[in-house]
């Protein structure tokens, strides 16, 4: 009888520790990365600077390129001045934008990718996508998943609390996101991957129920192990429904009606997952989120975060236009601007009382 199994795609290795970033030039060669240390590092102009000298000593035949923003021109520019010049492999070092654009220009000059996150605030520093900003507004770009997994403990506790409260919001979506996939199956009939629905919503739930803080180390470590179990989660199923429904479609919808004005992203998830708990009636569910949201020190109200009743309103009727063809319990329910209304009251009074 025949054994069948599937190759699943990850990292080769995945480093959450103090001091990892420490430890990158013998991680790179003791996993044949590459040995050489030729390495094409892309970084930020700001905080990327002050790592880039702590790390250049130790990497002499590395060479550095800042990276202006998170968009697909900076991508295809970074691309452009690595092509041709025989690195192991294309580094991404910083927050989400650096990493996302590094591994775009790696996937373009077909080079793997090593990502060393310096926040948690969301859970695309391991997946098999690219946000980048386009002439559009915002888009996601399909790309391998990152060779290599590198998250300092210590260099994640020097970034803004807020970057971390937002990779617990992004993460607990996880649960509402699966929610929404097991509706989609038994409307629509999608075919749900149930080794990517049980990693994403393991991941979730571990943050959910964790009792630690943002400056515990035990918890920061759960985080960032939650975060990149939901990028090899969406690696499994090829997209990104494992992390992504309603709360996601609320968030892109502020994203595009709002240019300029949305928050951080996993703030704006947190609020969309704790609405759409509420919308299917999971009412000990939304109280849980929004109990865990507010103890991390995240909103989970649209007005906390610099949005009227009436803007909200609009997002939430909006939302399902983002995502065409995904079925989440906002298609379900199909609500008006008034049903929308009336349930955001309900939200509202549930969590002021």
Known sequence: MPVLTRLIPSPVVVDISCGAMDKLDGILADQRISASGR?????????????????????????????????????????????????????????????????YAAAR??????AIATNLSHDGICSPVSILD????????????????????????????????????????????????ELSHKITGEAVDGLAAAMARTAGESVLRH????????FLTVLAEA????????????????????????S???????????????EQVGIGAAFAMHLRGAAEQ??????????????????????????????????PQTRPGRFTILEHLNLSAAEIRDAYADYAQTIRS
């Not at 892109?252 to 996993?266: I, K, Q």
């Open 227 to 250: 975060l990149v179990l939901s990028g090899i989660a969406m690696s499994i199923s090829g997209d990104s429904r494992p992390s992504s429904g309603a709360c996601h479609e609320i």
């Open 252 to 266: 892109h919808a502020f994203d595009l009606l709002h240019p300029g004005r949305s928050a951080l992203h996993g």
């Open 286 to 319: 939304s109280g849980l989120f929004t109990e865990v949201l507010r103890r991390h020190g995240l909103p989970v109200l649209p007005e906390e975060i610099g949005f009227s009743v009436d803007e909200f309103v609009a997002a939430v009727e909006y939302a």
């Open 211 to 218: 009792p630690g803080g943002c400056g515990d180390d035990e």
């Open 39 to 103: 390495l094409a590092i892309a970084i930020s102009g700001g905080s990327g600077q002050a790592l880039r000298a702590r790390l250049e000593q130790a990497l002499p035949h590395a060479d550095w390129y800042p990276v202006v923003d998170g968009t697909i021109d900076s991508a295809v520019k970074l691309a452009d001045d690595i092509k041709g010049r025989r690195y192991d492999a294309v580094v991404g070092l910083g927050g989400g934008k650096i990493i996302d654009v590094a591994k």
């Open 109 to 114: 000059v077909g080079l793997p990718m090593v």
């Open 134 to 181: 386009n002439d559009n507004g915002r888009g996601s770009y399909g790309v391998p998943t990152p060779i290599a997994m590198v998250i300092d403990l210590d260099v994640i506790r020097e970034a803004p609390t807020r970057f971390i409260r937002a990779g617990v919001g992004d993460v607990i979506s996880n649960i509402s996101a699966i929610a929404d996939w």
